[in-house]
């Protein structure tokens, strides 16, 4: 008889034991949802990704990507992996900072640049210019958040935004049209070159 049949003694009828319930992590369900709207932002662009496509694709409900993540911009902000990182590496020495955004930025983009959501907010510029721009207002408000800590003085708010503007110019030409210096640069010497410009815009 199969273990799943129920089992007939002394004339009761008796079901076997249930095995423990399994219940997942919430923090899996969420690294789910992460990973596949990297894909999908990225696949798709901004625009025409949607929160139904990332639920069935982490394998989780429509309504659960949205009890995590509430709506698909916070998701988008909260998929960029250079933004999941940025309190990481503020902390430390701030006389390195600029290293370290450096490294951490061109490692990043050179290890899965087709997968990194900051390429889906350069592609949504050009076919929705309102969304992209809500989408970087989001992406400037969490990073001046994380650099306002070693960042100071009055024009703190211009330099985190100026730095915002060279990573994505970076990303722009090295890893979406992929032409000139920059983008054909060793990624060792990007990152030197990178960390000095850096450097003067956050502490000169």
């Not at 909260?78 to 999941?84: D, E, I, K, T, V």
């Not at 889906?120 to 994380?146: F, P």
Request: charge should be positive.
């Amino acid at each position: 008889m199969d273990d799943g049949c129920m089992i007939s003694h002394m004339g009761r009828t008796t079901r076997p034991a249930a095995g423990p319930r399994r219940v997942r992590d919430p923090t899996v369900h969420q690294a789910e949802i992460l990973a596949a709207a990297r894909d999908c932002f990225s696949e798709f662009g901004y625009a025409r990704a949607t929160i139904r496509e990332i639920a069935r694709r982490a394998g989780v409900t429509h309504g659960l990507v949205i009890r995590h993540f509430s709506t698909k911009e916070d998701l988008f902000v909260a998929s960029m992996p250079g933004l999941r990182d940025l309190d990481d590496i503020v902390i430390g020495d701030p006389t390195t900072l600029p290293e370290r955004v450096a490294a951490a930025f061109v490692e990043r983009m050179d290890a899965a640049a087709a997968a990194d959501p900051i390429v889906a907010l350069i592609r949504s510029a050009a076919t929705n210019e309102k969304v992209a721009v809500a989408l970087y207002q989001s992406m400037q408000h969490r990073s001046s958040v994380a650099f306002r800590r070693v960042v100071k003085g009055r024009d703190a708010d211009n330099r985190i935004d100026m730095l915002n503007a060279i990573l994505i110019g970076v990303t722009f030409n090295r890893y979406v049209v992929r032409v000139g210096p920059v983008a054909s640069m060793p990624p060792k010497r990007l990152v030197a070159q990178l960390a000095r410009e850096l450097r003067h815009i956050l502490f000169d």
